[in-house]
């Protein structure tokens, strides 16, 4: 394995705490994780980052193992420097932080956002796709032009998957998937209020709208269906919008709510009309984990993106607008 550099990678933006390793061949080595999952409600983020507190360790020693590696054969730490839960990131940045400190080895921060595309890349083979970024906190379309990734169009409320959570939620079936399961029992598609504004979607509206029409009657199961298209809709159309756009030949969907068959499909159909490809992302490589920081990682720590430990603050709210990507432009490390 020597003469490959390895990075390990750290994530804590949300209700996950993963631990990844890879390899500059592009080997995934170890992608392993711990999750918080509240019974009743939504992310609770000090309890959340309690949890991470807690399983850190043990995650970091499975990884290590499935790896078949030992801490000193690390070249570099990377950890999620956000967007995030800010007590869920600070839990991640310390640990990486006090690895970097007692390896020696340099520290970097990586942008969430970033490394679910990046993931999305290697694992796909796709050079310079466009991106639908989908997840429970984060909605946007997305393409590298002159450096980094561009937004395109992105949620102007809450995000497409915290819109299906929180109504799977509030009417008692709990989060995603539920409300994908349900909507396949569904007989009716009730109209609901769908907002797209040139490359913008709004999912408050129709949340509130679907939560008010279960208070008053109407089947779940049908809610689920005619909320579940809406939203898939909505993704599709400013998808496709960017597509024509740019007029790349290369669509990849990530994050978390990139499980979604129904999506997928929809994306599929889609794509296949403007003669591009779509290739899907593994599922353990779609919800947030440390493989994908330990690969984007490795790609900043190759090009010189490393951070001084006292200077390697956490940013909750950090876009994926604000990084450099040189490596895009390097088809040797792309």
């Known amino acids: 394995m020597r003469g490959e550099v390895i990075c390990l990678g750290i994530e804590s933006s949300a209700h996950t705490f993963g631990v990844g390793v890879a390899t500059s061949s592009g080997r995934i080595l170890a992608n392993e994780l711990a ?18 507190a807690s399983v850190a360790h043990e995650v970091l020693e499975r990884a290590l193992e499935r790896a078949g590696i030992g801490l000193r054969e690390v070249d570099a730490v990377a950890f999620t420097a956000g967007p995030g839960l800010g007590p869920c990131l600070r839990t991640g940045a310390t640990v990486a932080r006090a690895l970097a400190y007692r390896l020696n080895r340099p520290l970097v921060a990586v942008n969430h956002g970033v490394a679910h595309i990046e993931i999305g890349r290697l694992s796909t083979g796709f050079r310079d796709p466009v991106v639908l970024y989908v997840a429970g906190g984060n909605t946007l379309v997305t393409t590298h032009n002159a450096g980094r990734y561009r937004i395109l169009g992105e949620t102007l409320d809450i995000a497409a998957g915290n819109c299906l959570d929180a109504f799977g939620i509030k009417v008692g079936i ?16 009730v109209p609901l209020p769908m907002k797209v504004k040139g490359m913008d979607v709004s999912f408050s509206g129709l949340l509130t709208r679907a939560l008010s029409l279960a208070r008053t009657g109407h089947r779940v199961e049908d809610l689920c269906l005619s909320l579940t298209e809406a939203v898939y809709s909505m993704l599709t159309e400013v998808l496709e919008r960017a597509l024509a756009l740019t007029g790349k030949k290369e669509v990849l969907v990530v994050g978390g709510l990139a499980r979604s068959r129904r999506l997928s499909e929809m994306v599929s159909r889609m794509v296949g009309l403007h003669g591009a490809s779509f290739r899907q992302i593994p599922d353990d490589l779609l ?3 440390g493989a994908m920081i330990a690969w984007t990682g490795l790609l900043m720590y190759l090009h010189g993106m490393t951070v001084p430990i006292e200077e390697s603050r956490v940013r909750p709210r950090y876009r994926i607008d604000e990084v450099e990507v040189p490596w895009m432009a390097d088809p040797s490390r792309s």
């Open 35 to 52: 999750v918080y999952r509240p019974v009743d409600s939504g992310i609770h983020p000090r309890e959340a980052a309690q949890h991470h």
């Open 174 to 189: 709990g989060p995603m998937p539920a409300p994908e399961l349900l909507a396949s029992r569904g007989e009716r598609y």
């Open 287 to 289: 919800g947030d984990n």
